[in-house]
């Protein structure tokens, strides 16, 4: 059974950083395209990075580029987001998700309807 948990959000002053984390059981990590989604109050969710675990490729938001970076560590199944800059409008919960790469993880990476397993998300604060 593949499950994700995240960890590492919180409250911070913007321009501050944070890292998120996200451990993963219950499935062959390195088969796997690994997400990192957002949703803000009142607005639909939308992808911030994504990286496909077995070949290091990683692919990031408009958005967030410049800011924000998805990693991996394989020795601990985990996928992390490091986002430095923060802004108010980063505000959001994060959730992490995942799904096996039948097709490149560059394709339609951003859009949530092809991951089939979520965590149960984690908040992030960015205040003024």
């Known amino acids: 059974q593949v499950q994700l948990v995240e960890s590492g959000g919180g409250s911070v002053q913007a321009g501050g950083s944070l890292r998120l984390s996200c451990a993963a059981s219950g499935f062959t990590f390195s088969n796997y395209c690994m997400g990192w989604f957002r949703q803000a109050k009142e607005k639909e969710r939308e992808g911030v990075a994504a990286i496909y675990i077995g070949g290091g490729f990683t692919y990031v938001a408009d958005v967030v580029k410049g800011r924000f970076t998805i990693s991996q560590d394989n020795s601990k199944n985990t996928v992390y987001l490091q986002m430095n800059g923060l802004k108010l409008e980063d505000t959001a919960m994060y959730y992490c998700?995942?799904?096996?790469?039948?097709?490149?993880?560059?394709?339609?990476?951003?859009?949530?309807?092809?991951?089939?397993?979520w965590g149960q998300g984690t908040q992030v604060t960015v205040s003024s």
């Open positions: 998700a995942a799904r096996p790469r039948t097709v490149m993880c560059g394709r339609g990476w951003a859009d949530g309807m092809r991951y089939n397993s």
